[in-house]
C-alpha cells in the first residue's frame, strides 16, 4: 500500500493526492455477510470480497468449555498387590466409581515365575553325581529359580565355595536333574504329548554346548588383522561363486567334446569279411537314409559344393534317436568351437570355408556354377570355342573353376563392350549419313 | 498426522498401556558430587544439592550441620566442608542420613512416612552400607517401603536398555557394568578412580607446575579486564583475623572453578589414538578466563589434563596433589576389556551394541569420540555402539531418571520391601530382595 506513495517520493512527485486512490483504514471491521443457504462455505468465499489473508484476532477470552455431564473425581484409594506375599498397602489415584467391589490390582498378573523343580528326599538318591554335592545342586536350583533361568546372569552369581563352574556344566547339572525328576515321577512311556515335548527339551548336549560356545568366543575376539583377512575371504568367495558358473559350462564344453559315442552293441557280428559286407551296406543305407532326412529339412538343393557326408553326421545317425534339437544345437556349438585357419594354412591343407553346403555328393565337372545364364551363356561358349578352350574343364579343382569363371565372367564384359560398340558404331553411322544428307540440302 | 491422537482431559489413559502406576513413591540418588531427589514418575529430580555439607564445630550443642547449595556456599567464619560420601559409597553414617533427609524433606514432602522411597546405589556398595541404608530408611525415616536398585540398571533403564553396557562416568569413578535384563553382572562390574574428582586434581597439578594461580569467586571484589597472560587486576576481599574462611572451604570454591574450567576448557583427545607427544603446537587455543580476570589460552595441555584417564601413567603428577597409583591403575580401554571379559560370551555382543555413557563427567567435551576409538580398538570385531544422551541434564541425572522409572512403573510395586518384612526379617533382607 504504501509502494505507491514510495513511488512517487523516489520519482519526486508532489502534487494533489486527490483522485488518488487510498487504502482503508486498516483497523476498521469488515462486516461479514451472512451466506445464504444453499451455498457451501468455499464457494461463498470465492464470491464478493476476498477475506483477509491474515486471521483477524479477535481480543477475547477463550470461551467456557461445555462440560458433559458432572466431572468424574480421581479419589487417593488405597490398594493391595495380590502378586505381594505380604499386605503392603500402596496408595495411588483412581477414578471414582460407583461399583465397590475390589477389582484384582491390574498388574499383578505380570508377576510370573518359572517353575524350577524341588527334588524329595527320596528322588535325590538318582540324582547323586560325584561332582555335585547335593548341598551345591540346591544351590544351583535355587540360583535358577532366583533369576529365573537367565543362564548369563546365573553363572554371573554362581558362587558356591571350592568350585569354579563353567556355564555348561551349570547348564547340564540343571537339566539332567530336571530329566531325571520327570523320569521318576511319571514314565517316559506315560507321558502326555505336553510332558513329552517338556522332556525331550531337557536333553542338552554338554560337549556340543562347549564347542559351540568356544566358537562363539573365538569369533568374539578376532582381531584386526582376522577380520581384515575374513573379509578378503569373502570377496574372494564372492568371486569364485561369480566364476562358477562359467566354469562349469566351459567344461561342460569340453566333455561335450571329448564326448565319443558309446558303442551299443558287441562289435563280434562284424568281424570277418561278411561281417565287414554287412556293416558298409548299413553304413551306406544311413548315409541314404540321412541324405533324404536333410534334403527335406534343408528344402532343395542350391548349394554349390559337396558336403555333409562328414563323420559326425554319421555318427549322430548312428545315435539314432537322439532329438533333432539337440542334434543341431551341438553342430552348432562344434562349429563354433573350429579353430580358424589361416589363409595360407587353408590353402595348405585344402580346406575351404562355406557358409552353406547343400547336401549330397557331385562332381564339380558335372556343376554348372557360371552365374551367367541363357543366350550370353551361349555366346561366351562360342567365343571359347574360337579361342580353342573346351567349355568343359578337364581338371576340376576349386583353383581352376575359380579361373574358369573368372575368364568367363571377362569374357562376358568383353562380348558386353563388343555390344556396345556395334550399337554406338551403329548409331555414329546414322548420324553421319543424315549429316551428309543435310550437307546435300544446305550446298 | 494421525498420530496417538491426544486424549480428552477427561478421559484417563490405559494404565496398561503405559506401564505406570504411580503411588506417589521418592527416589534418591546420593553420588559423591551431587545428592538427587525427587518423585517417581517425573523426568527431573526437584531436589539436587551439593553432597558436600558444611559444619561448624559448637561447644555444647555440638556441630552445627549445613546443607544445600545455598548453605555450603556461604561463607560463614569457621564452617569446614565435608562429605560423607568416599568412593561412591557412604563412609560417614552419622550425616548421609542427614543430607538425605534435608534433600527429601526441604521441599518435596514433611511426612516420609507416607511414601515409599527407593534409594540408588553403585555396584561396589558394601553389604554392611546396604543393610545400613534399609535400616535408616525404614527406622529414621520410617518410609511404608523401601528399594536399592543399582544406579548402573537405572542409568540404563533410563535409555531404555535392560541389557547394556553402562559407563558412568562420575565424580569418584568410572565405572563400567554390563547389566542383563535390569540386573548388574557382578563379575564384569570394573571401576577405576579417574573421575571428575581425579580430572579436577589433574587440572590443579597443571596449573601448580605452570605457576597459574588459581583463584575463586568469592576473593574477588572487583575486576579489571586483562590482556591474556597479563596478571590480574582485582581487588581482593579482606579478611579479618577470625573470619576467614577454613580452608576446606576455599577448596570447595575452588572446585567450581575447577568444574567450569572443565566445563569450558578442558578437552578430550578424540583419537584414534593417544594425544601425540609433539606436533601438537598447532592446535588451536581455548582461552580461560579465572575469576580474579587473569586469563590464557590453552593449547594442546587441555588435552593432556584428561589425557590420564585413557593412560594412567601419563597423568600429571604434581607435589602434595593427591593422584590414583598411575602404574596400577587400569586405563578405560582395559577396564572396558576386562568388563566385557567376565561376561557370558552369549550376551556380549548385545551389551557393546548398547553402550550407554551417562554421569556428568562424560560431559567432557570429545569424550564420546575417544570412547568409541577406543572401544573400536579393543573390540575390532563385534559392532559397538553408544547410546549417550544428547541432553545433558538427563545425561547428569540418568541413575536418578531411572529410578524414578523404575519406581513408577505398576510392574515394580511387588518388589518394594515394606515395613512389616523388614521387622520380620531385619536388614538383612536387603541383601535378599535387592540383587
Ligand atoms: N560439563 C562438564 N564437563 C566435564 N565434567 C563435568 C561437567 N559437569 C560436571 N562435571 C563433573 O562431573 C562430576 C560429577 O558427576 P556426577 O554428578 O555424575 O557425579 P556423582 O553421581 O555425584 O558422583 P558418583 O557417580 O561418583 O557418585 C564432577 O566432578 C563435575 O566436576
Ligand atoms: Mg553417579
Redesign the interface.
Request: hydrophobic fraction near 30%.
Given at each position: 500500500m504504501s509502494g505507491f506513495q514510495d513511488v512517487r517520493d523516489v520519482m519526486d512527485i508532489s502534487g494533489p493526492m486527490e483522485n488518488i486512490p487510498r487504502p482503508p483504514p486498516a483497523k476498521k471491521q469488515k462486516t461479514v455477510e451472512k451466506r445464504p443457504d444453499g451455498i457451501t462455505r468455499e464457494l461463498f468465499a470465492l464470491l464478493g470480497e476476498n477475506p483477509p489473508p491474515v486471521a483477524i484476532v479477535e481480543n477475547k477470552f477463550k470461551e467456557k468449555p461445555k462440560w458433559m455431564g458432572k466431572a468424574n473425581p480421581w479419589v487417593w484409594t488405597p490398594f493391595k498387590n495380590p502378586a505381594r506375599s505380604d499386605d503392603l498397602t500402596l496408595y495411588h489415584w483412581e477414578r471414582k466409581t460407583e461399583s465397590t467391589e475390589d477389582s484384582v490390582y491390574a498388574f499383578s498378573k505380570f508377576n510370573v515365575s518359572i517353575d524350577v523343580p524341588i527334588p524329595s528326599e527320596d528322588e535325590y538318591a538318582a540324582l547323586r553325581s560325584d561332582d555335585w554335592t547335593r548341598e551345591e545342586t540346591d544351590y544351583l536350583l535355587s540360583i535358577c529359580r532366583d533369576f529365573d533361568l537367565r543362564w548369563s546372569v546365573i553363572w554371573d552369581r554362581y558362587d558356591y565355595p571350592g568350585k569354579t563352574r563353567k556355564l555348561e556344566d551349570l547348564k547340564a547339572r540343571y537339566y539332567n536333574v530336571c530329566r531325571s525328576l520327570m523320569e521318576q515321577r511319571t514314565p517316559v512311556a506315560q507321558m502326555t504329548p505336553e510332558e513329552l515335548v517338556a522332556y525331550n527339551l531337557t536333553n542338552f548336549e554338554k560337549e556340543r554346548e562347549g564347542t559351540r560356545r568356544a566358537m562363539a568366543e573365538k569369533q568374539f575376539n578376532k582381531t584386526e588383522e582376522q577380520i581384515r583377512e575374513e573379509e578378503m575371504l569373502l570377496t574372494e568367495l564372492k568371486r569364485i561363486v561369480g566364476n562358477q558358473e562359467k566354469m562349469f559350462e566351459e567344461r561342460k564344453d569340453i566333455f561335450q567334446r571329448l564326448n565319443y559315442p558309446q558303442s551299443s552293441g558287441s562289435i563280434q557280428q562284424y568281424q570277418g569279411s561278411q561281417g565287414i559286407a554287412h556293416l558298409r551296406d548299413m553304413l551306406l543305407a544311413n548315409n541314404d537314409k540321412n541324405k533324404k532326412r536333410k534334403s527335406i529339412a534343408l528344402g532343395p538343393s542350391t548349394g554349390v559344393e559337396t558336403a555333409q557326408a562328414t563323420p559326425t553326421s554319421a555318427v549322430s545317425t548312428d545315435r539314432g534317436n537322439a532329438p533333432a534339437k539337440q542334434e543341431r544345437q551341438e553342430k552348432s556349438e562344434q562349429k563354433r568351437q573350429v579353430r580358424k585357419l589361416t589363409k595360407e594354412e587353408e590353402l595348405q591343407y585344402g580346406v575351404s570355408q562355406h557358409e552353406k553346403l547343400a547336401s549330397g555328393v557331385k562332381l564339380r565337372s558335372t556343376m554348372n556354377n557360371s552365374t551367367i545364364k541363357g543366350a550370353t551363356q551361349t555366346k561366351i561358349m562360342g567365343a571359347l570355342t574360337q579361342l580353342g578352350i573346351p567349355p568343359k574343364l578337364t581338371m576340376c579343382t576349386v583353383k581352376t573353376m575359380a579361373k574358369m569363371l573368372q575368364l568367363e565372367s571377362q569374357v562376358a564384359v568383353l562380348l558386353d563392350t563388343r555390344k556396345a560398340i556395334d550399337k554406338l558404331e551403329q548409331e555414329a553411322k546414322v548420324l553421319r549419313a543424315q549429316l551428309g544428307l543435310k550437307e546435300k540440302e544446305g550446298a | 498426522m494421525s498420530g496417538p491422537s491426544t486424549l480428552p482431559t477427561?478421559q484417563?489413559p490405559s494404565?496398561?498401556e503405559y506401564?505406570g502406576?504411580?503411588?506417589?513413591a521418592l527416589v534418591l540418588d546420593p553420588g559423591q558430587c551431587w545428592t538427587r531427589a525427587g518423585f517417581a514418575g517425573e523426568d527431573t529430580p526437584k531436589t539436587v544439592i551439593p553432597s558436600h555439607y558444611g559444619y561448624v564445630n559448637g561447644g555444647d550443642e555440638g556441630k552445627k550441620y549445613y546443607f544445600g547449595d545455598n548453605d555450603v556456599h556461604a561463607l560463614r567464619p569457621g564452617m569446614e566442608i565435608a562429605n560423607p560420601m568416599a568412593d561412591g559409597i557412604v563412609a560417614d553414617w552419622d550425616v548421609a542420613p542427614q543430607l538425605w533427609k534435608y534433600a527429601l524433606t526441604s521441599r518435596l514432602t514433611t511426612e516420609l512416612s507416607?511414601h515409599?522411597l527407593l534409594i540408588t546405589e553403585p555396584v561396589w556398595n558394601t553389604p554392611k552400607n546396604r543393610e545400613k541404608t534399609a535400616e535408616i530408611a525404614f527406622e529414621d525415616f520410617d518410609v511404608?517401603?523401601f528399594y536399592l536398585a543399582k544406579s548402573a540398571v537405572c542409568a540404563g533403564f533410563a535409555s531404555g536398555k535392560p541389557t547394556a553396557l553402562v559407563i558412568d562416568i562420575g565424580a569418584s569413578n568410572i565405572s563400567v557394568t554390563p547389566i542383563?535384563?535390569g540386573?548388574v553382572?557382578?563379575?564384569?562390574s570394573v571401576r577405576t578412580p579417574l573421575g571428575g574428582d581425579f580430572i579436577s586434581n589433574q587440572i590443579r597439578s597443571h596449573f601448580a607446575a605452570n605457576g597459574i594461580p588459581l583463584s575463586a569467586h568469592y576473593q574477588v571484589q572487583s575486576k579489571m579486564p586483562v590482556e591474556v597472560g597479563k596478571p590480574a587486576e582485582a581487588t581482593l576481599r579482606q579478611f579479618k583475623s577470625g573470619e576467614e574462611p577454613t580452608e576446606s572451604w576455599k577448596a570447595f570454591q575452588e572446585e567450581r572453578v575447577l568444574t567450569e574450567f572443565k566445563e569450558c576448557t578442558a578437552q578430550v583427545w578424540a583419537g584414534p589414538g593417544p594425544v601425540p607427544a609433539q606436533g601438537t603446537e598447532g592446535i588451536g587455543g581455548r582461552t580461560f578466563e579465572f575469576p580474579d580476570g587473569y586469563n590464557l589460552v590453552f593449547g594442546a595441555e587441555r588435552f593432556r589434563i584428561t589425557e590420564g584417564i585413557f593412560a594412567p601413567r601419563q597423568m600429571l603428577i604434581h607435589g602434595e596433589i593427591p593422584h590414583p597409583d598411575p602404574e596400577t591403575t587400569q586405563g578405560f580401554g582395559g577396564m572396558v576389556f576386562s568388563a566385557v571379559r567376565d561376561?557370558?560370551?552369549?550376551?556380549?555382543?548385545h551389551i557393546l551394541n548398547n553402550t550407554v555413557v551417562t554421569g556428568s563427567g562424560s560431559l567432557l567435551y570429545g569424550l564420546n569420540d575417544r570412547i568409541n576409538n577406543e572401544m573400536a580398538n579393543v573390540f575390532?570385531?563385534?559392532r559397538v555402539r553408544l547410546t549417550a544422551s544428547g541432553n545433558s541434564t538427563e545425561r547428569s541425572y540418568a541413575s536418578w531418571l531411572g529410578g524414578s522409572i523404575l519406581a513408577s512403573?505398576?510392574?515394580f510395586?511387588?518388589l518394594?520391601v515394606?515395613k512389616?518384612?523388614y521387622e520380620e526379617h531385619g536388614p538383612g533382607i536387603v541383601e535378599k530382595r535387592c540383587?
Open positions: - | 477427561s484417563a494404565a496398561l506401564g502406576d504411580e503411588i506417589s507416607e515409599p511404608p517401603a542383563h535384563d540386573i553382572l557382578k563379575k564384569g561376561v557370558d560370551i552369549e550376551i556380549k555382543p575390532p570385531g563385534p512403573l505398576g510392574s510395586h511387588q518394594w515394606s512389616k518384612e540383587k
